[in-house]
């Protein structure tokens, strides 16, 4: 079953204060090895592909709550994070804003050999570039990719947090992926959208309708 969200933010620019992304990393890690020690990698991946807990996450980490901001440094402040820890946990993340998302299949390649993972590695590589492709083309709606996280575990499971802007309205779109069985990416693979926009004419290529 794919688990697919969408939430949609105010495009702001600027970066995040440092001082604040240090304390958004070492909160970020206590409370994320705490999941892990009591629910698995399988509850954490869970829990930051589900679209209302990334949020209310983020703003537990003292980010802007209403801000195309928060999907980028949460991102990059959970996958700092987690980066040390990565082969005891056995989760991987890969992936973050502008040249470092083109870079998530070397990165992918790199930690599943680590992990031991070589044949693996290759499937999450393709799950990464289709969800980007379906997110950014299969589903028309204006906005285009610019962060994508690609998140796996050493026992299969995977997820992805990219988000995607309209230079036009200046709002971004989050998109959040979570499977722990794939029946079928490019039908219907959507469980739920959360948006305060909503436009008439959007073409919809994963949807049953559009075969």
């Known amino acids: ?31 994320l090895l705490l999941i892990y020690e009591e629910f698995g990698a399988k509850e954490l991946i869970k829990r930051l592909t589900d679209p209302f807990w990334f949020q209310a996450f983020g703003c537990l980490l003292g980010f802007d709550w209403h801000s195309s901001g928060l999907t980028t440094t949460v991102g990059g402040a959970v996958k700092e994070a987690l980066q040390p820890y990565f082969k005891d946990l056995e989760i991987y993340i890969c992936g973050g804003k502008g040249k470092k998302a083109l870079d998530t299949p070397q990165e992918i390649i790199s930690w599943g050999e680590r ?56 709002y971004a779109r989050r998109y959040q992926w979570y499977s722990e069985k794939i029946s079928n990416l490019c039908e219907n693979p959507h469980s739920g959208i959360v948006s305060s926009i909503k436009r008439d004419q959007v073409l919809n290529l994963v949807a049953k309708e559009s075969r």
């Open 1 to 31: 079953m794919v688990i697919r969200n969408i939430v949609d933010l105010p495009l702001h620019g600027g970066k995040c204060p440092p001082w604040l992304f240090e304390r958004m990393v070492r909160l970020s890690r206590a409370i």
């Open 115 to 170: 992990a031991g993972l070589p044949q693996e590695a290759i499937k999450f590589v393709t799950l990464s570039r289709l969800t980007a492709r379906i997110d950014n083309n299969a589903i028309q709606d204006g906005f285009q990719l610019y962060f994508h996280l690609f998140i796996f575990t050493k026992s299969g499971e995977w997820g992805v947090i990219q988000q995607g802007r309209d230079e036009k309205t200046l």
